[in-house]
């Protein structure tokens, strides 16, 4: 999981007229991690302590003048580099006081940026997009600038990475709606030129992040409609490529853009499953663009957000920068690796785990966000083509249980049981499940319990290919069918297994995976009688099983004693206040608690014993040598 | 190769002493090291942490604390006595009563033209080192109490005391007590016992760190007598301190058993300029209490009750994994303190007070490998002398007839003539030894028993001619080199015609016996040898150094061998190399004169020249993979190298003329049995 952690703001910002200009340049790091040097719109670079928020520095070109790009950190001489008025390259030092007694270096073009990184050389960009090493410019600053870039085609982005001493120059530019992008290695250089795919609005990206993953350059852009798209660039290779490549991209997150597109809004990739987002709606909060919000892309999730007013952002080194009205904010935030796992929750305990093999689990995305249908939805090719196949053999098969009596549907579901060829069935299974539940929901008199049954032994069914089934069966009080149903199912709701522990009480229910974050908001529905009663059942199972822990037989179905004890803390933590206010509940609570302290007190004492029972373990039955052996050996 | 009966002897209870003090020398690279029983050992940390002089103990010396001026040795002690050491001939060159009871500590100032020492009736006494002796200067202003520890001023105008239950800091221009920095007592029962200040440094910015009996280590400000901080680093005693030469770190060594590094730094990355001292790292390598203390430049050196001398590098100072960088535990002597007799099955064992002499048992039948024998006739002791006078023995050596037996201590040579018959031992002192036979560094008999060789000063070998009525003076050898370093290793060849010796200058010699003179000089190599011997047939003279490298020299040849310049060229095996404990013992097989037999502490290794060298590929240690293989197969995967790893904590290896072998282990769990209790420690589950 992501999480954003508490911001803090690091200065105050000059407000520009231009409300969607950002009132800062560019901000940079410097070799101390704890620094930041933010450029401004106009004419001056801070140097700032971030854990201090102080300034330590600041200095500003005369009244006239502008500084045209971001100061960057020289990480080889040490040194601070600013371009003013396009073509003035300014070089100071942390020590120097005042920027205009600083050195100074007239070009012969407009220069777009300076780039520098740790590790490289910094490099300057021309606005026409030759590129230059500072050094090698430095040493002659009248030297001619060609022009790489057509007449009309101006950059609109720019990067540089420098990684396993190869130095990269990234730049994309716009023409007549057409966007392209550069890659200009450097040392030895060659220059390659992509074509970004054309979005069907013809709208160009808002923005732009670069990054270098595995030996490959990932380039992350948001279009105005909310798509985020990634392309690949191999780091090596390619070198030998003339003319212009068309860049081929993924679809890595389609954010809720609510009504209208984007105005301003920004996509950081902060690492290879999470993207920091800016200017774009929460999804749940519909009103105002006024977010930063973490998505995972693998999981498509929304990971945090918090509401303020901003629309750029800048990553560096576990932090976000983000200038939000008159403040410039820094946000740290923490990505954890997330593992499928720990996305499903609780999975079902592997000593009972029948073989699931077979169980199909077609739809990740309502499993993931069965309760969130709004929520973005990934496009995957290979369920389209599932769908396509399912409509043909519906085509193929015109089928009695449409319409048929109760027994004709028995007979055609056996049939279709009895067949052996296991791909068909899966989806025939699905598809004929689907309709009864949907028969049955719509005629209160037709109800085929056996047949249902049947369709859930195969164990080609789960609760998201046929969503209504459990319901409808609990609607029914088939409780045969809801334990069939849990038992086979891997992967019931929450909200569901909430309703089935309404109804009735099951070893089934204690085993039906979950996850505790979305259990929990469930579990609050049930009243307080249903949470003794369901306590005391609770109570009464470990008894039982802590009793004959060994006589646990391997074929009949129970919950573990962890499994137990997990629901009781979450049936704790769910209704504790609830429960200490209600007098039924107190023999109950007191008798779980001295049972926790008895609990407890054993471990505390297997503990002390512990390190005895190891040493014992360690002791090997070592001979008794004696004092003297006579022994034969043998040397090969 | 073949099966081996092998005599497995575990009843030498040999047992070390513990180490009470050191003191490194950073100019030589030498560690001295005093233990309770009076020796003192030099290790040249220069050369492997090869332990390269021993000069033995006695019983009314005590040692408390060693001190270097420049290369000369000084100790003191609870005898009252201040010793400098004369290093070429192991002995103490003179003895000095200070005149202020036992002395508890003796420090050099860093000019090295003073000592200081502190005595028993609460004077500090201050000596002229001069160049041939010391004498007594002045004493400071006499206290209350004794004076347990002291540390100069790095400009040598100060002196720090420890005493109990606080610290007096001397100005040593004028004698007088300046300061007086009061050291609290432990907290509830030990309230009411005096805090003993074990240990001071005094560090040139005027800080004192001072470690005590409550403890503490306390950082104190020498200009103003002020305490800055206290560490309560142990329950128990803070006994010894050291700082490294730059001063930013300080070690300290408590009695149970841990070293506490603390170190000269900004306790936050901000602030860089207020430094502190900060306590880093604790190591755990000893089980009883660490006396002796020494942080050098790369590593801290410990020793203690539970006598092992420890070199504990710090990982820091090393860029990569080398045998510098691993922990060493030094545990067994260099040297022999186990002799064979190879003909008559006898073994001598050497302590300190006593010589043991133990026949081996003897079993019948045969075994499989692997199997125990029964045996038919126990081993057992012959003889139990005890030495004579206070000084420790420092060398023996039985003949391989069994029939003589002579040891050496510091003052004396004694010689026995032993006559076994049957079950009955007779032993005659021989009453007349030429005078010039005064002390030996190391002791020899002739293969053949008609003589008996002692290395005596200067590296010369005092020849003495046996015989059943006399013995008699023949001729002292001496080396053409000058050199005044004592001789630690000596053997000769079966054939009675050669002799070589070894000394502390890495010299080799070999001498003509017939013709009684120098026969040759080996090469210099700059790694001390650690074990030499002569083969039986071909007379090569194969020696092992500290450096783990073997050679063989031809002497009939005077040149090396064609075997050792092949070794040479092609290198020792990796894991050779890495080995952290020297060979102390050379034989050969007599039967088989391709195989030359050698241990060290952890192995025992037989080398076939006649099998092709290891290159660093080769699966070294490769017994097992041998085992397994069948018969077929198993020549492809010979090398020279045979190393049996069965047989740990070996203080000797000998093979015996029925081909049978004596390992003699002496398994460190039993010298830790018999050590003291250590301090209670409360454990979980205990």
């Not at chain 1, 090493?133 to 790489?148: G, K, M, N, R, T």
């Not at chain 2, 109990?164 to 309230?191: E, H, N, W, Y």
């Not at chain 2, 013992?585 to 290794?605: G, S, Y």
Request: aromatic fraction near 8%; proline fraction near 4%.
């Amino acid at each position: 999981m992501a999480t954003l952690c508490e911001g803090f703001t690091l200065c105050g910002l000059v407000q520009t007229q231009n409300a969607s200009d950002s009132p800062i340049q560019g901000i940079e790091l410097d070799e101390d991690s704890d620094h930041a040097v933010v450029t401004d719109s106009t004419r001056s670079v801070t140097l700032y302590k971030v854990s201090d928020q102080k300034p330590l520095g600041s200095w500003t070109v005369k009244q006239g003048q502008l500084l045209t790009c971001p100061a960057v950190f020289n990480f080889q001489t040490k040194e601070y580099v600013v371009v003013s008025d396009n073509k003035v390259i300014r070089v100071w030092k942390d020590e120097d006081l005042n920027l205009d007694k600083a050195f100074k270096a007239t070009v012969t073009a407009d220069v777009w940026r300076v780039h520098s990184a740790p590790g490289g050389e910094p490099v300057v960009l021309f606005q026409r997009g030759a590129v230059r090493f500072l050094d090698s410019l430095l040493s002659a600053p009248q030297q001619p600038i060609e022009d790489v870039l057509s007449e009309e085609e101006v950059i609109r982005w720019s990067a540089s990475i420098v990684a396993e001493e190869q130095h990269f120059v990234l730049f994309t530019t716009e023409q007549n709606g057409e966007c392209c992008l550069y890659v200009q290695r450097l040392n030895p250089n060659t220059l390659q030129k992509y074509r970004l795919e054309r979005e069907d609005s013809g709208a160009s990206p808002l923005s732009f992040s670069a990054s270098l993953r595995d030996k490959h350059l990932n380039l992350l852009y948001l279009y105005p409609n909310g798509c985020v798209y990634q392309s690949v660039v191999a780091a090596r290779g390619y070198v030998g490529l003339e003319g212009v490549q068309d860049l081929p991209r993924s679809l890595r997150l389609r954010l809720p853009v609510g009504e209208g597109e984007l105005g301003a809004a920004s996509a950081v990739a902060l690492d290879e499953a999470h993207v920091a987002v800016v200017g774009v709606p929460h999804p749940s909060a519909r009103t105002g663009k006024d977010f930063l919000c973490i998505w995972n892309t693998n999981f498509q999730t929304l990971q945090a957000g918090i509401l303020r007013n901003w629309s750029f952002v800048w990553c560096y080194l576990g932090k976000l920068f983000v200038p939000h009205g008159k403040a410039l904010s820094i946000i740290p935030y923490e990505c954890q690796k997330s593992s499928l796992a720990s996305a499903l929750g609780k999975l079902r305990h592997t000593g009972i785990a029948v073989s699931k093999s077979s169980v199909a689990v077609p739809s990740w995305n309502t499993l993931l966000h069965g309760d969130q249908p709004q929520g973005p939805t990934k496009i995957v090719e290979t369920r389209k083509s599932v769908r396509n196949v399912k409509l043909g053999v519906n085509c193929v098969q015109p089928q009695p249980h449409q319409t048929g009596p109760v027994d004709e549907v028995q007979r055609e579901v056996e049939v279709l049981v009895s067949r052996g060829d296991a791909q068909d069935l899966q989806l025939s299974v699905g598809q004929l499940a689907c309709h009864l539940v949907a028969r049955s929901q719509a005629e209160t008199a037709f109800y085929t319990p056996v047949a249902l049954a049947q369709l859930v032994q195969t164990q080609f069914l789960c609760h998201s290919v046929c969503p209504g089934l459990l319901l409808l069966s609990l609607e029914h009080k088939d409780y045969f069918l809801c334990q069939l149903c849990l038992q086979l199912f891997p992967d019931i709701p929450e909200v569901v297994t909430c309703a089935c522990l309404k109804t009735f009480i099951s070893n089934e229910v204690l085993q039906t995976p979950y996850s505790d974050n979305f259990l929990l908001p469930h579990l609050k529905d049930l009243d307080t009688q249903q949470v003794i009663l369901f306590l005391q059942y609770l109570q009464f199972v470990y008894l039982k099983y802590s009793q004959d822990v060994y006589t646990q037989t391997a074929g009949l179905r129970s919950p573990t004693m962890t499994q137990i004890i997990d629901w009781v803390c979450l049936l704790l933590d769910a209704h504790f206040t609830v429960l200490v206010m209600a007098p039924d509940a107190k023999g109950l609570l007191s008798n779980l608690q001295s049972f926790v302290k008895s609990q407890v007190k054993l471990f505390s004492e297997l503990g002390k014993i512990e390190s005895s029972l190891q040493e014992l373990h360690k002791m090997k039955l070592s001979k008794d040598i004696s004092q003297y052996s006579i022994e034969v050996i043998e040397l090969f | 190769m073949g099966e081996f009966k092998v005599h497995r002897v575990r009843f030498f209870d040999y047992m070390p002493t513990a180490i009470r003090a050191m003191a490194f020398n950073a100019h030589t690279e030498r560690l001295a090291l005093g233990r309770m029983d009076g020796s003192v050992e030099i290790f040249n940390f220069a050369d492997h942490y090869f332990q390269e002089k021993v000069i033995p103990g006695k019983d009314s010396r005590s040692i408390e604390a060693l001190c270097w001026v420049g290369g000369r040795l000084f100790s003191a002690g609870l005898n009252g006595e201040i010793t400098e050491y004369d290093l070429e001939n192991l002995r103490p060159k003179y003895s000095l009563e200070a005149y202020g009871g036992p002395i508890w500590t003796i420090t050099s100032n860093s000019q090295g033209a003073h000592l200081a020492i502190g005595c028993e009736d609460g004077t500090v006494k201050l000596f002229e080192v001069l160049e041939e002796s010391i004498q007594f200067e002045r004493n400071l202003d006499r206290q209350k109490g004794r004076i347990i520890s002291l540390s100069w001023h790095p400009s040598g105008t100060q002196i720090a005391a420890g005493m109990m239950d606080m610290i007096r800091v001397f100005d040593v221009p004028t004698g007088r007590a300046v300061q007086r920095l009061l050291v609290d007592r432990g907290f509830g029962g030990s309230k009411s016992r005096e805090t003993v200040v074990w240990s001071v440094v005094f560090l040139s910015d005027c800080t004192i760190i001072s470690g005590d009996s409550a403890g503490k280590v306390q950082v104190w400000d020498g200009h103003t007598g002020t305490l800055v901080k206290t560490h309560l680093v142990t329950k128990w005693d803070v006994l010894a301190l050291s700082v490294s030469k730059d001063e930013s770190s300080v070690v300290v060594g408590t009695s149970e058993g841990t070293v506490i590094q603390f170190q000269f730094i900004a306790p936050t990355l901000q602030q860089q300029q207020d430094k502190e001292w900060v306590r880093t790292r604790t190591f755990k390598n000893h089980t009883h209490d660490v006396r002796a203390l020494a942080e050098i430049e790369t590593a801290i050196v410990s020793g203690g009750m539970d006598t092992q001398l420890v070199v504990r590098p710090l990982l820091e100072k090393f860029d990569e994994r080398s045998h510098a960088s691993a922990l060493r535990k030094i545990q067994f002597p260099h040297r022999n303190l186990v002799f064979c007799a190879k003909k008559a099955g006898l073994l001598l064992f050497q302590f300190p007070g006593q010589l043991e002499l133990w026949r081996l048992g003897e079993s019948d039948g045969h075994g499989k490998p692997g199997d125990s024998l029964p045996l038919k006739r126990k081993p057992e002791k012959l003889l139990h002398l005890k030495r004579k006078g206070e000084d420790h023995i420092c060398c023996s050596a039985l003949s391989s007839c069994g029939g003589w037996l002579a040891y050496s201590t510091m003052s004396s040579v004694r010689l026995y003539r032993l006559q076994t018959d049957n079950n009955d031992i007779s032993i005659t002192k021989v009453p007349k030894l030429p005078k010039i036979l005064r002390s030996a560094h190391q002791l020899c008999f002739s293969s053949d028993s008609s003589k008996l060789f002692a290395a005596s000063s200067q590296s010369s070998v005092l020849v003495i001619a046996l015989s059943q009525s006399e013995c008699k003076y023949v001729h002292t050898l001496k080396p053409k080199s000058g050199s005044r370093q004592p001789i630690h290793l000596m053997t000769n060849s079966v054939d009675g015609k050669w002799l070589a010796t070894a000394n502390s200058d890495c010299e080799i010699h070999v001498y003509n016996v017939q013709k009684l003179k120098l026969h040759c000089i080996v090469p210099v190599y700059g790694s001390c040898p650690s074990a030499m011997g002569i083969h039986p047939t071909t007379n090569n003279l194969t020696m092992v150094h500290a450096d783990q490298q073997i050679f063989e020299y031809s002497i009939v040849e005077k040149q090396y061998t064609d075997w050792s310049r092949k070794l040479q060229k092609q290198g020792l095996h990796n894991l050779w190399l890495d080995r952290d404990t020297p060979v102390t013992h050379v034989t050969f097989n007599p039967k088989n004169p391709e195989q030359i037999l050698l241990h060290d502490m952890h192995m025992f290794c037989i080398i076939d020249q006649s099998l092709p060298l290891p290159d660093q590929k080769t699966q070294f240690y490769n017994q097992m993979t041998l085992r397994s293989l069948s018969e077929q197969e198993r020549p492809s995967h010979l090398h020279a190298f045979k190393i049996c790893k069965t047989f740990q904590d070996l203080l000797s290896v000998s093979l015996l003329d029925d081909q049978s072998l004596v390992m003699v282990e002496r398994p460190l769990l039993a010298i830790t049995s018999q050590l003291p209790a250590p301090v209670r420690q409360k454990k979980f589950a205990t």
